[in-house]
């Protein structure tokens, strides 16, 4: 549930012409905001393994597809300019729909 929360918010939020950055710019940092707020969801998510023991594996699933992510991202954000980002962009929906796979476990 914290997962599917966190990750709608980030989807909900849309910069204004005026405040949106360079095209490189704004895709680096949706990109980091959406690997922060897994990361966020993910610490929040931890504690309630203790109460949904069945919550464990789904949440290592999401762990593993959020590693996977942020160092496909950490590659990508390390090239100057930023190259293609088609694989990363594969990597963040592979998380999303982790998150949501897990979300729909504790409705």
Do not use: F
């Not at 993910?42 to 203790?50: M, Q, W």
């Amino acid at each position: 549930i914290v997962l599917a929360l966190a990750l709608t918010g980030c989807a909900a939020s849309t910069p204004t012409a005026a405040t949106t950055p360079a095209p490189a710019q704004s895709v680096d940092q949706q990109m980091a905001g959406w690997l922060l707020t897994a990361q966020t969801a993910i610490e929040g998510a931890k504690p309630l393994v203790a109460t949904y023991p069945g919550l464990k594996d789904p949440l290592n699933r999401v762990i593993a597809s959020y590693n996977v992510t942020e160092a496909a991202y950490l590659v990508w954000h390390s090239q100057s300019p930023q190259g293609d980002s088609t694989v990363l962009s594969a990597q963040i929906q592979q998380l999303v729909a982790s998150a949501t796979a897990l979300a729909g476990l504790y409705k």
